[in-house]
Antibody, heavy 121, light 110 residues
Framework: QVQLVESGGGVVQPGGSLRLSCTASGFIFRTYSMHWVRQAPGKGLEWVGVISSDGSKKYYADSVKGQFVISRDNSRDTLYLQMNSLKPEDTAVYSC??????????????WGHGTLVTVSS | QTVVTQEPSFSVSPGGTVTLTCGLS?????????PSWYQQTPGQAPRTLIYTTNTRSSGVPDRFSGSILDNKAALTITGAQADDESHYYCALLLDSGISLFGGGTKLTVL
């Protein structure tokens, strides 16, 4: 079945960096755009960004633009999120989600269960 | 800065009907924003309910329906059940290519 598993979370000091991974299985990864979404403790969902199937197009939320970079390795069926200059407000569960749509249409399905990133000294 | 608005909370009686809405601070929501809806219970990954305004995701009961009402995206639950008690989030696609989630609605069934 379609599965997304995130890894790489942990505790990092303010100003530090972290790279998250999302390993996909059960579908042809290279044919789908992929998203990162985060959820701060007790808060709602926040879209982080998206990367196209071939990695040529990327869009980011204003809150992370210039700070986070999304990439992918289609040979490894893996999506990445490089997070730099981390701040306490970046503390959240980070989840990846597949975009089943083609063209401009967009939705998120399925979702991984996420990995927790805590930014604290 | 554009914000997606949802009712923070809503209550419905078992068997009742409730409509949750999803608005855009910058103007009207249309089908071109490709509204989608997600259900999330604590500790779980979100579950897709509705996409492209009114298409039910696989396995979603037909008591869930999506529409555009009064320039907002809407999720209607007809015949609410106890296990519909959950958080509901909408997502909209903006012309810039950015997606935005609403703040979520906590639905209570009592």
């Amino acid at each position: 079945q379609v599965q997304l598993v995130e890894s790489g979370g942990g505790v990092v000091q303010p100003g530090g960096s972290l790279r998250l991974s999302c390993t996909a299985s059960g579908f042809i990864f290279r044919t789908y755009s992929m998203h990162w979404v985060r959820q701060a403790p007790g808060k709602g969902l926040e879209w982080v960004g998206v990367i196209s199937s071939d990695g040529s197009k990327k869009y980011y939320a204003d809150s992370v633009k210039g700070q986070f970079v999304i990439s992918r390795d289609n040979s490894r069926d893996t999506l990445y999120l490089q997070m730099n200059s981390l701040k306490p407000e970046d503390t959240a569960v980070y989840s990846c989600a597949r975009d089943p749509a083609a063209g401009r249409v967009r939705w998120f399905d399925p979702w991984g269960h996420g990995t927790l990133v805590t930014v604290s000294s | 800065q554009t914000v997606v608005t949802q009712e923070p909370s809503f209550s419905v009686s078992p068997g009742g009907t409730v409509t949750l809405t999803c608005g855009l601070s910058s103007g009207s929501v249309s089908t071109n924003n490709y509204p989608s809806w997600y259900q999330q219970t604590p500790g779980q990954a979100p579950r897709t309910l509705i996409y492209t305004t009114n298409t039910r995701s696989s396995g979603v009961p037909d008591r869930f329906s999506g529409s555009i009402l009064d320039n907002k995206a809407a999720l209607t639950i007809t015949g609410a059940q106890a296990d519909d008690e959950s958080h509901y989030y909408c997502a909209l696609l903006l012309d810039s290519g950015i997606s935005l989630f609403g703040g979520g609605t906590k639905l209570t069934v009592l």
